[in-house]
């Protein structure tokens, strides 16, 4: 929510007519008035197994188009990423 928070207070300086009655609580929640169009809430988007090694392959062929490297590094790069995207995933869901 920090990032939400920061888009809300940017709006409120750069359009006080439309953001306004900003107000920050202790705890760091926020309150203020704000045009409905403003907001949008999505869900994480859940990716499968199958999406998964697609987007793996596809990020393989970049790598080694764009890098130049080896194999076995691309392998160790891109096994990085996925781990770090499953972390992210295993922390929003607590």
């Given at each position: 929510m920090?990032?939400f928070?920061?888009?809300?207070?940017?709006?409120?300086?750069?359009?006080?007519d439309?953001?306004n009655?900003v107000?920050?609580n202790?705890?760091?929640?926020m309150?203020c008035h704000?045009?409905v169009?403003?907001?949008h809430?999505?869900?994480?988007?859940?990716?499968?197994?199958?999406?998964?090694?697609a987007a793996?392959?596809?990020?393989q062929?970049?790598?080694?188009?764009?890098?130049?490297?080896?194999?076995e590094q691309?392998?160790?790069?891109?096994?990085?990423?996925?781990?770090?995207?499953?972390?992210?995933?295993?922390?929003?869901d607590?």
């Amino acid at each position: 929510m920090r990032g939400f928070t920061s888009k809300l207070l940017k709006l409120a300086e750069e359009k006080p007519d439309e953001v306004n009655h900003v107000v920050i609580n202790k705890d760091g929640s926020m309150v203020c008035h704000a045009p409905v169009s403003y907001i949008h809430v999505s869900p994480k988007r859940k990716v499968s197994e199958k999406q998964k090694l697609a987007a793996k392959e596809r990020f393989q062929k970049m790598w080694a188009e764009k890098k130049g490297i080896s194999d076995e590094q691309e392998e160790e790069l891109l096994d990085e990423i996925l781990d770090s995207l499953d972390d992210e995933q295993v922390e929003e869901d607590d």
